[in-house]
């Protein structure tokens, strides 16, 4: 009975740890990374995959190591990538999505804002802004997808 126990430990592990790899996919998802930080992000699920296991190990069964450990764990990261991964994956991406709209449409508005009230007005009396600068707000202009379609409207692209 206290195997069987065990067991099922060892399988909520290895649903902890499926649930881990899903929080790095989403990131990725998410939030477009370099290379470099993608191999970083590989190297802590890693680390903190282990540090589970260990823990889990040392934890419920004393640091003694059984066959019936490592399959519950690996039972465990199976059904929860068959049953459970798409719906936490599909929630946690939505949730991100709607919190990236409500950080950046404040950015956009005052962005547009300076374009509109301190960037254009200064060009127009001659003002000559360096090229670094246009350069710099042009591409926050096409990071944050901000169009300017005349000069009484903002309009804001709903794509981020």
Do not use: C, H
Not at 5 to 32: C, E, H, N
Not at 44 to 63: E, H, K, R
Not at 73 to 100: D, E, N, Q, W
């Amino acid at each position: 009975m206290n195997e069987l126990y065990i067991f099922l430990l060892f399988i909520l592990t290895g649903i902890s740890i499926g649930i881990l790899f899903d929080i790095f996919r989403i990131l990725r998802k998410s939030f477009k990374t370099l290379d470099f930080i993608t191999y970083i992000q590989d190297f802590l699920f890693w680390v903190f995959a282990g540090t589970i296991l260990l823990y889990s190990i040392f934890s419920f069964n004393n640091g003694e190591l059984r066959g019936y450990i490592f399959i519950g764990v690996i039972f465990g990261v199976f059904l929860y990538m068959l049953i459970f991964s798409k719906y936490f994956i599909k929630a946690s991406v939505t949730i991100i999505r709607i919190l990236k709209k409500i950080i950046y449409t404040p950015i956009k508005f005052i962005l547009n804002i300076i374009i509109r009230y301190f960037i254009k007005p200064l060009s127009k009396i001659g003002i000559k802004i360096g090229n670094s600068t246009k350069d710099f707000f042009t591409k926050i202009k096409a990071k944050y997808k901000i169009n300017i379609k005349n000069k009484k409207k903002y309009k804001f692209s709903n794509k981020i």
